[in-house]
């Protein structure tokens, strides 16, 4: 048998061995550390060696500038909006204590802009900021037009807080105003509502929409508010109106047929007799104010006015004819002559009176209230 021969390693200046296929290598490189010129610059390779250090250390801990998307995101919102950042391979945080999404300084326009085309989030266009974007001088049509949505998206806040509505929508109908009354038009409004899956709205929580929507609005009675849901649904159909007025009269039908088979049924037997019940509700309440006055003809007012005017009167005669004359002799009678105008002058009295009185009036007003029923 032959025996193979073993090359040993060429041992390296720190001891450690080195394999025989770099041994060429490490031979150079002893020879290039140990040359004069090496050896020279060694203090320079050695802080231009800690300085690539420093600086691989420093961008490898340094931690970037987190800013938030948007600020108050709701938790849907927020949600949305970490997927679409996931999506298109943005760098986000969550943070733990306030819950908003957080992206580096240099990536939030990128971030806005790329949510904006996705529509996110929907619940951030409030209506301070469509307020607040109003153009300098703008006209009293485009003023109206900014208030009437900014009023429909705060209701659609409003509602999309009542539990099982996903989102939202209010549409307000609001006629032009007019100086006559035959004119006038009364307001309207629609409510689309999304909801939940698997849930569904109560009678009390589709009035409370209407009733929401319609103290919002001046002038806008329950009656013209329309609720309907993501699947064509009217959720508002016997909840006002007639629909109402009728239900109540199925109900007190329906209660005062039990109580008839419960009262008859102890006598008669069960199935023995039929029942049948007719409610004539009247759902009209009449309010009525009078005010009279005793005695008839009282004076409410009265404006009194006097004219004086004193004017001296005309010269007449000869002048210094009677200047001479002996005075005539007094008479002594019971009743003092009538007065005569003398030279001072002559007054003349107009008077004028305006007296108002008060009449008696009745105020009737008729309006919905508690149903009167007869059976």
């Known amino acids: 048998m032959s025996e193979a021969a073993v090359i040993p390693a060429d041992p390296s200046p720190s001891g450690l061995a080195v394999p025989p296929v770099l041994a060429p290598i490490a031979g150079r490189a002893r020879s290039l550390w140990a040359s004069p010129a090496v050896q020279q610059a060694r203090p320079a390779l050695l802080v ?142 629609s409510v689309f509502v999304t909801l939940a899956p698997g849930r569904s709205l109560a009678e009390a929580q589709v009035r409370s929409v209407i009733w929401l929507v319609a103290t919002s609005l001046p002038g806008l009675a329950s009656d013209r508010v329309s609720v309907v849901d993501q699947s064509g649904t009217l959720l508002s159909a016997g909840v006002t109106g007639d629909a109402q007025h009728l239900a109540y009269q199925q109900r007190l039908e329906s209660l005062v047929r039990e109580r008839l088979v419960k009262l008859l049924t102890p006598m008669l037997g069960p199935g023995r007799f039929t029942a049948e019940v007719a409610a004539d509700v009247d759902f009209s309440e009449n309010e009525a104010a009078s005010e009279r006055f005793q005695p008839a003809g009282t004076v409410r007012s009265e404006q009194t006015s006097r004219n004086m005017d004193g004017t001296p009167p005309a010269a007449a005669g000869i002048p210094g004819a009677l200047t001479n004359t002996v005075p005539q002799a007094a008479q002594v009678t019971g009743n003092p002559p009538p007065a005569t105008p003398t030279a001072a002058g002559s007054t003349v009295t107009a008077e004028t009176a305006a007296r108002n009185y008060e009449i008696g009036k009745d105020v009737s007003v008729t309006r919905a209230g508690a149903p009167r029923h007869g059976l």
């Open 48 to 189: 231009i060696a800690l300085l690539a250090a420093a600086a691989l250390a420093y961008f490898s801990l340094r931690q970037p500038n987190w800013r938030p998307v948007y600020p108050g995101l709701a938790e849907a919102d927020a949600a949305a909006v970490s997927d679409a950042l996931a999506a298109a391979n943005f760098e986000y945080r969550i943070n733990q204590d306030s819950g908003t999404v957080e992206v580096p300084a240099g990536d939030a326009a990128r971030a806005r802009i790329l949510l904006a085309g996705q529509g996110l989030p929907k619940a951030s266009a409030a209506a301070g900021q469509a307020l607040a974007d109003m153009p300098l001088g703008a006209s009293r049509s485009v003023e109206a037009a900014r208030l009437k949505q900014a009023l429909e998206r705060e209701l659609a806040a409003s509602v999309e807080a009542i539990d099982g509505v996903k989102a939202a929508r209010v549409h307000v109908a609001t006629p032009e105003p007019s100086v006559f009354i035959r004119d006038r038009a009364a307001p309207s409004a």
